[in-house]
């Protein structure tokens, strides 16, 4: 049974603050992460993906991928309260001719001003 | 807007009824796939089709039928459903290239199974 775990929250931090959320997977084989950001009532909107070991930068979100600790994080800097939202991390571990995403059950996060 | 519409938004029925859920994507991509996602549960993966041909049921029940006509279109065909099966039911499709492809959601249809 593949799994993919977030801490559920809720993650408090304060406006222009860094917000850090992390995700493990138990699939040693995984090959593509991805983070996406729901907000309440809303469908899940893609925000990183990450494929190798390392950071990845995009505006004020970075991605940081260790495959060896099978552990991948987002972390959001000079956070806004339209961040508050639900982030999902997924992962996809086969090979095949269509991705099949696994994942975890979100991290909500709050940004208070 | 992520060009994958689901239609309709919200759909209340009973357990007798027959619906449909509507799904089409104006990307060009090459898969659909059909998620179920329940208050305080990860989103489940329900089906997924490969150019046109399903690859994937992951031990759905049989009151969920999928149907994909063509590489733009993908329904869901409901009946005899169950108070439980009330949830978010989600579209997404990706242009399969390798390992890195990327799916991109529509905006669900809310279930409400009565």
């Known amino acids: 049974q593949k799994e993919v775990e977030q801490n559920s929250g809720p993650l408090s931090v304060p406006e222009g603050a860094i917000a850090s959320l992390n995700c493990t997977y138990s699939?040693?084989?995984?090959?593509?992460f991805f983070w996406y950001r729901q907000y309440s009532g809303k469908s899940p909107e893609l925000i990183m993906s990450?494929?190798?070991?390392g950071d990845k930068e995009d505006g004020r979100f970075t991605a940081q991928l260790n495959k060896a600790s099978q552990y991948v994080s987002l972390l959001i800097r000079d956070s806004q309260p339209s961040d508050s939202a639900t982030y999902l991390c997924a992962v996809r571990g086969d090979t095949g001719t269509a991705s099949k995403l696994t994942f975890g059950t979100g991290t909500r996060l709050q940004v208070t001003l | 807007e992520t060009g994958v519409t689901q239609t309709p938004r919200h759909l209340v029925m009973g357990m007798t009824n027959k619906k449909s859920l509507k799904c089409e994507q104006h990307?060009?991509?090459?898969?659909m796939y059909w998620y179920k996602q329940s208050a305080k549960k990860p989103l489940e993966l329900m089906f997924v089709y490969n150019f046109k041909e399903q690859t994937e049921n992951n031990s759905v029940p049989s009151r969920f039928s999928p149907e994909c006509p063509n590489s733009s279109h993908l329904f869901l065909h409901l009946h005899t459903l169950q108070p439980e099966d009330s949830a978010l039911y989600l579209c997404?499709?990706?242009?399969?290239?390798?390992?890195?492809?990327?799916?991109?959601f529509g905006p669900g249809t809310r279930l409400t199974v009565l």
């Open positions: 990450i494929y190798s070991n």
């Open positions: 997404a499709s990706s242009q399969v290239q390798g390992w890195t492809d990327t799916q991109y």
């Open positions: 990307l060009g991509h090459n898969a």
């Open positions: 699939d040693r084989g995984s090959q593509s």
